[in-house]
């Protein structure tokens, strides 16, 4: 599975962005999907999963009621919707994919190359 993240950018603080991830891989429908992020000096996180049927979802405590996940199969794309950003939101996010049944702790095994999402406060 192949995968490429775009959709990030400059943003004010308040102000959205939807990133946007899509596959080459006609499997793509068959994994689970994440979001993930980095910021400099930190960690990269999980933020938000999704199951491979989009019935299920998973979302960090810090973008919970902020951020949408969501996928279209049909499109082989995966979305992240992401509201109110904050400077702190701020990093380098990363898609990727697994087939393992757990969103909270889905650590990925395709990834797609990050995309900055900077926000200006």
């Known amino acids: 599975v192949q995968l490429q993240a775009s959709g990030g950018g400059l943003v004010q603080a308040g102000g959205s962005l939807r990133l946007s991830c899509a596959s080459s891989?006609?499997?793509?429908?068959?994994?689970?999907m994440g979001w993930f992020r980095q910021a400099p000096g930190k960690e990269r996180s999980l933020v938000a999963a999704?199951?491979?049927?989009?019935?299920?979802?998973y979302y960090s405590d810090s973008v919970k009621g902020r951020f949408t996940i969501s996928r279209d199969n049909a499109k082989n794309t995966g979305y992240l919707q992401m509201h109110n950003l904050q400077p702190e939101d701020a990093a380098v996010y990363y898609c990727?994919?697994?087939?393992?049944?757990?969103?909270?702790?889905?650590?990925?095994?395709?990834w797609g190359q990050g995309t900055l999402v900077t926000v200006s406060s």
């Open positions: 999704i199951s491979w049927t989009g019935d299920n979802t």
């Open positions: 990727a994919a697994d087939p393992f049944p757990s969103l909270a702790t889905m650590r990925g095994i395709y």
């Open positions: 891989g006609r499997t793509f429908s068959s994994y689970n």
